[in-house]
């Protein structure tokens, strides 16, 4: 078992290698983990706060020291969520087909689904079916302008 001081340089070490991490180029995953001690380091946890939960880590491209998202700078956490968050939001690899039954069963008033989703999934929602509304408004406002072919003319007999 790792001493106390031991453990602190290992935490030391992910600290100084949050600085390091350039959103742009680093790899991000998630994994389950105590969500008080998401490094899983600290053996005196108490009972009470014993509780897994999905955290998202960082790493810079090469190195084998994965950064916990809450150890980042808050630049770096916040580019991370936004150019990866199809990885790491809930459900991992969401995309925006099949959209709108999920939708449907959101906005339906005898549906408590929404409050168990978190914000940054529902605000992906929203964007990606807004996305949707405006492509499909532009698509019938092409289709109108447009004029029709004239019919061909029926041979004469």
């Keep these: 078992m790792p001493t106390n001081d031991e ?7 992910r600290k100084r290698e949050a600085l390091k991490i350039d959103p ?11 969500t008080a001690d998401p490094y899983g ?38 580019r991370l969520w936004e150019k990866h968050r199809r990885d790491l939001a809930f459900p991992a690899g969401f ?20 409050q168990y989703l978190p914000e940054p999934l529902l ?4 964007a990606l079916l807004a996305q949707k509304a405006e492509v499909r408004e532009l698509a019938e406002v092409r289709l109108q302008s447009v004029s029709r072919p004239p019919e061909a003319p029926t041979p004469k007999e």
Excluded: H, M
């Excluded at 709108?100 to 005898?110: F, H, I, M, T």
């Design 7 to 13: 453990v602190e340089e290992w935490l030391a070490t």
């Design 24 to 34: 742009e180029t680093a790899e991000v995953t998630w994994w389950y983990a105590q």
């Design 41 to 78: 380091v600290d053996p005196t946890l108490p009972d009470e706060y014993q509780q897994i939960g999905r955290e998202s880590f960082a790493c810079r491209p090469g190195s084998d020291i994965w950064v916990w998202f809450g150890d980042l700078p808050d630049t770096s956490k916040k």
């Design 95 to 114: 995309r925006k087909e099949g959209l709108e039954p999920l939708w449907r069963a959101l906005e339906s008033p005898s549906n408590n689904l929404r």
């Design 123 to 126: 605000a992906e929602i929203d």
